[in-house]
């Protein structure tokens, strides 16, 4: 019986990072290059961001729920580093759960869930000449994404995030 649970959730385990290990492979090429900018934000950041502000409650529900947020965008629309992603998500098991077409403005939404809990989300916007994926990672529901949509302090009322807000709808 010790010996299922343990291959049990090594599989579980191994599915887990590689769903994950592709978009940690596309931050580890492009990070740091010419004409790119990263961010990534650890668990740590949110939890100190919680302790400053404790009425927050959308900063109290992330501190609790993200694992990771990372930002990577490309100013060189050329690079086509955005068709590189999507071209792996087909084989994750991402879920295109939104797009939204604005002129030469394309969003897409996808997700990566098990059952009601969303373990990773993906932004990936072309802008013009700009790329754009945000990558977040935790245990969020739908309903908690789309918060982060409304929040100011996330989504603003002209991010792309702000179109999280249409979700639950």
Do not use: C, W
Request: net charge negative; no cysteine; proline share 1%.
């Amino acid at each position: 019986m010790k010996r299922l649970v343990l291959i049990v959730a090594m599989v579980i385990a191994a599915n887990i990072s590689f769903g994950q290990a592709f978009i940690d492979e596309v931050f580890n090429k492009y990070s740091g290059q010419p004409g790119f900018t990263s961010v990534m934000i650890t668990p740590q950041l949110f939890k100190l961001l919680a302790l400053v502000d404790k009425t927050d409650t959308d900063l109290q529900m992330i501190s609790e729920k993200m694992n990771s947020l990372r930002i990577l965008v490309s100013e060189d629309k050329v690079v086509g580093f955005t068709e590189e992603v999507r071209a792996k998500m087909d084989k994750k098991n991402y879920l295109n759960i939104m797009e939204v077409l604005d002129g030469s403005q394309k969003v897409n939404f996808f997700v990566q869930q098990k059952g009601d809990v969303i373990t990773d989300f993906l932004l990936l916007a072309i802008d013009g000449k700009e790329e754009v994926l945000l990558s977040i990672s935790g245990n969020l529901k739908l309903s908690e994404l789309s918060k982060l949509g409304t929040s100011s302090s996330f989504g603003g009322s002209s991010g792309h995030l702000s179109l999280l807000k249409n979700l639950e709808n």
